[in-house]
């Protein structure tokens, strides 16, 4: 008697954690600022995965078929709108699954015209004329883009809305803090000059009210002469003493930018895999060399 | 009784050929109009599954027929065409599922249909050989079209121009062939599926093409300015998308204008599927949204409208072959004159003869009946199969 | 074995009559009756048979009045004591042959359709030298042997009397004699009595009497 209870007891576990196991959603992003706040918020109830390795931009990434059908199996697609990510114009997928994360503020989308077509790194040509992408930078936007993730999951899974809830509340909060953070740093000099090397900060520009001017420089490459006459041009109107990076760049470009009375200092939008810490410690990290710059 | 069941036999023994003769007309005439109800009432039953099974359809105003043929049978007739936005409108509503189609092209003689993968899910198409669309150019064909075409995965397949004369100049489409779906004997097994996308690439409004400012072909460059450059129609248009192109084909214009011939709606429930029909009842909406379910019954009201026709001509036909037959075995009777009368001078009474012939007769429509009854298990068994040749081939 | 009486018989809408004062045949006798064609030969087997029926005047047959009875026993009464021989051998195609000398016992009640009876088909058969065509269709016949599966259903039941009309008429000279040869065999064996209708004078000589249809042209009903 006592075995055929054991037995049943048994069956009954192993059920219930098979149960618990299909309930777990699978969650595809397409960055990695998504993948982070989605596993925030779906904790131990989701896998939340991020195919592309730590080494590719994932704007202008273009997956495999194999990575393709591992998206079209997923519960829920993460897209970050505002054009970001090509690659999703060119494959097939489910478009139930698809949860645009910006939608809500799509009309504040910042479309611009800056430039044409530039070949850089391994993966081939890439523009920067139509929509600014990096929404996240806009702490305000990125919380949107996270509540629009609770949202959706809540969506897939109802009976779990209280934990969704709860974890994205204390994410919006971490988010704002940030928020908060920029916006008293750069209320103390709104006015300060300052050099982005390469267009990525519109949204962070907009929000915070930064006096930033872009060039088209990338991290490991040395500026050709042009573009160091181009800038030394502007530096006359817009006298910058920093100018923010995307990753450490080349000892030579900070050398000679040291020359011309620029510091360089990281910013890093985080779009992919940090090598270390996660998207908030990136960001806190972030926050802290501007308030020095500021200093 | 079982000496006249003999000699009857006897007889239609020895006369083979005319017997078989009287069978099968007796046959062909019961099974006529039983093989055509049959026929029907499975046609109705397959229009109506595949329409009943599909909630809404949106498309033009219009011939509601034409939105359900073009979308559920993928039948050539284009309906109006609708824009994408009101996919968007859809989704944003959160009411529905939408499922866009844009059925408007054939390759080699085959509805290429652009849909989504969520129609994959809907109808349940399973992928026998190869796997899903996963890019742009790829198709999964029908189980009918891989095997009328000898396709299997791997293997590519042309669009045809939608017309011969299409100034617009449609190139060709070289489609890769990913997958081959399970047969599932519906419209399904005789489509070319496509990512929406790949059908606005068939389209032409999808495309892609070498990289203009980089050229080194002069000729193809009419102007060449600062930051724009114009070219001619000889620059070349991909009429296949590789692993080296695909990252050239682009969207011209925004997605939302870009061309449907349907859209299916997945309501949420029987309530949001009423509120979205709410919508577009005005008859000033440029759209509407029909129930297949009705379109098709409306359809078959009148399919059966004709089989009244059609009954009542099997009807005369019917009794002019009866009588026909009636004729035949008069006939029959005063050319075995002679026979009758040897029977009558060896002994056989009337009754007998009565009964001979009479049993002769019963053994033929018995196995007319018989012969009927087998040919309407075939028929009924193979009516699915035959219907949906009939319908979809 | 036959008398018949003041006969006077016409078929219905013609003005063919027939009248036939007196006439009998002894037991066992075999009489050749011969006559022109139209005479009414055949009519005068047809009505000892009681396929007809006279107007006036009575038919006996083996000391029954056959004329005097109803449709049903006049059947039975020739099914089962009559043996007819046809001139056309009345053989039915779609059966073969032992089928056909059965065929009178799958028809009729009065004759039942015994062991007996199978076995003795197969004597008679092989008797007539068709033992090894039992199961042919008669069709592939030739008239000689068609006319011997005749004669086998006629004798089958062991009738007492035998009328042949015309039974080697279509036959060719050869086999004339020896069809003859058989059917007398075949009614001496059974003890039959024998009324012939024909038109072989070279025949003639066998059968013990002859009577000319001639005779009776004219003659008055007493």
């Known amino acids: ?151 959706a999951m809540t969506r897939k899974r109802p009976e779990l809305e209280t934990v969704f809830e709860h974890n994205v509340t204390a994410l919006e909060a971490d988010l ?48 050709s002469e042009v573009q160091w006459t181009e800038l030394e041009r502007s530096l006359k109107e817009h006298p910058a003493r920093w100018m923010l990076w995307e990753a450490e760049p080349n000892p030579d470009s900070a050398r000679r930018l040291r020359d011309l009375g620029v510091e360089s200092m ?3 939008p985080a779009g992919k895999r940090p090598n270390e810490g996660d998207f908030l410690s990136v960001m806190q990290h972030n926050v802290k060399n501007l308030q020095e710059v500021f200093n | 009784m079982m000496d006249s069941l003999t000699i009857a036999w006897k007889y239609i023994m020895y006369y083979k050929a005319r017997t078989a003769t009287l069978i099968a007309c007796v046959t ?36 509601a027929l034409d939105l359900v043929m073009n979308s559920l049978y993928f039948d050539d007739e284009t309906p109006g065409l609708i824009s994408m936005s009101v996919v968007d409108e859809i989704d944003a509503s959160g009411l529905a599922i939408p499922i866009p189609f844009y059925v408007s092209f054939q390759a080699r003689g085959f509805p290429i249909v652009g849909t989504t993968l969520d129609y994959f899910d809907f109808r349940e198409l399973r992928i026998a050989q190869g796997r899903q669309l996963a890019l742009l150019g790829e198709t999964v064909i029908g189980a009918e079209v891989a095997e009328r075409l000898g396709l299997v995965p ?171 037959l009636i004729l035949v075995f008069a006939l029959s009777l005063r050319l075995r004159q002679r026979e009758i009368r040897t029977v009558f001078r060896i002994g056989g009474s009337r009754s007998t003869i ?38 979809i081939g | 074995m036959i008398e018949i009486r003041s006969l006077k018989f016409g078929y219905p809408d013609t003005d063919f009559s027939l009248r036939i004062p007196d006439f009998h045949v002894g037991t066992q006798e075999k009489v050749a009756v011969i006559g022109p064609s139209g005479s009414g030969k055949t009519t005068l ?24 009875l109803g449709d049903a026993a006049r059947r039975d009464f020739r099914i089962t004591r009559i043996g007819f021989v046809f001139q056309d051998f009345e053989l039915l195609d779609y059966l073969n042959v032992l089928d056909n000398v059965l065929h009178p016992y799958r028809i009729t009640r009065a004759l039942k359709l015994t062991k007996e009876v199978h076995d003795r088909a197969g004597e008679l058969l092989q008797q007539m030298g068709l033992g090894d065509k039992l199961t042919r269709g008669v069709e592939r016949l030739s008239q000689g042997e068609k006319q011997r599966v005749a004669i086998c259903r006629a004798l089958l039941p062991s009738p007492q009397l035998v009328l042949a009309d015309e039974a080697t008429g279509n036959l060719d000279p050869r086999n004339k004699g020896h069809i003859l040869d058989l059917l007398f065999d075949a009614v001496q064996a059974h003890e039959s009595t024998l009324l012939a209708v024909t038109h072989d004078h070279e025949l003639l000589p066998r059968f013990d009497r002859i009577v000319d249809f001639n005779d009776f042209l004219g003659a008055d009903l007493a």
């Open chain 1, 266 to 268: 990281v910013f890093d």
């Open chain 2, 28 to 63: 062909l005439i019961a099974v006529l109009p039983l093989a055509l109800e049959v026929l029907l009432n499975e046609s109705e039953q397959q229009l109506l599954s595949r329409a009943d099974s599909t909630p809404l359809l949106l498309g033009s105003r219009g011939s």
């Open chain 2, 354 to 391: 009565a009964r001979l012939l009479a049993t002769e007769i019963a053994i033929i429509l018995l196995a007319s009946g018989l012969l009927c009854v087998v040919a309407m298990v075939v028929v009924d068994s193979y009516s699915n199969e035959l219907v949906r040749s009939l319908f």
């Open chain 2, 154 to 324: 791997g293997d590519s397949l042309l669009s045809s121009p939608e017309t011969m004369f299409d100034l617009a100049g449609v190139y060709p489409l070289k489609m890769k062939v990913v997958g081959v779906l399970a047969r599932s004997y519906t419209a399904d097994d005789l489509a070319v599926l496509v990512d929406i996308k790949t059908a606005w690439v068939v389209q032409g409004l999808v495309h892609g093409h070498e990289d203009v400012s980089q050229t080194e072909d002069d000729s193809v460059i009419i102007k060449r300015g600062e930051d724009n450059v114009v070219a001619n129609a000889k620059l070349m248009q991909y009429t296949e998308i590789t692993q080296d192109n695909i990252d050239s084909f682009h969207f011209h214009g925004s997605s939302a204008d870009y061309p449907l011939t349907t859209v299916l709606l997945l309501p949420n429930d029987e309530r949001t599927g009423t509120i979205l029909r709410g919508r577009y009842l005005d008859a000033s909406n440029p759209y509407q949204i029909v129930e297949p379910g009705d379109v098709i019954d409306g359809l078959l009201a009148n399919i059966f409208r004709i089989k009244n026709v059609l009954d009542a001509v099997i009807l005369v036909v019917g009794i002019a072959t009866a009588l026909a």
């Open chain 1, 176 to 223: 704002l803090a940030l928020d908060k953070q920029l916006q008293s740093i750069v209320a103390t000099r709104p006015d300060l000059p300052l050099l982005a090397s390469h267009p990525v900060y519109q949204y962070f520009q907009r929000r915070y009210g930064l006096n930033l001017h872009s060039v088209m420089w990338e991290p490991e490459e040395v500026p």
């Open chain 1, 1 to 151: 008697m006592r075995i055929i209870l054991l037995t049943a007891l048994c069956a009954v576990m192993s059920v219930s954690i098979l149960a618990a196991e299909q309930d777990r959603l699978t969650v595809y992003t397409i960055n990695y600022p998504l993948q982070y706040f989605a596993q925030r918020i779906a904790g131990e109830h989701a896998d939340v995965v991020f195919p592309a390795s730590a080494d590719v931009d994932p704007a202008f990434w273009q997956p495999s078929t194999e990575i393709i059908a591992d998206y079209q199996q997923a519960d829920l697609i993460l897209l970050n709108g505002a054009a970001y990510a090509n690659w999703l114009n060119r494959v097939s997928l489910s478009r139930r699954k698809l949860v645009d994360t910006s939608a809500a503020f799509r009309d504040k989308y910042i479309h611009g015209n800056e430039g044409v077509t530039h070949s850089h790194g391994p993966d081939g040509d890439h523009s920067h004329t139509g929509t600014a992408f990096t929404t996240w930078l806009d702490f305000n936007q990125a919380a949107e883009q996270a509540r629009a993730i609770a949202d």
């Open chain 3, 45 to 68: 087997l047809n009505l000892v048979a009681g396929i007809l029926v006279p107007e006036q005047g009575t038919v006996r047959c083996g000391g029954r009045e056959v004329s005097a």
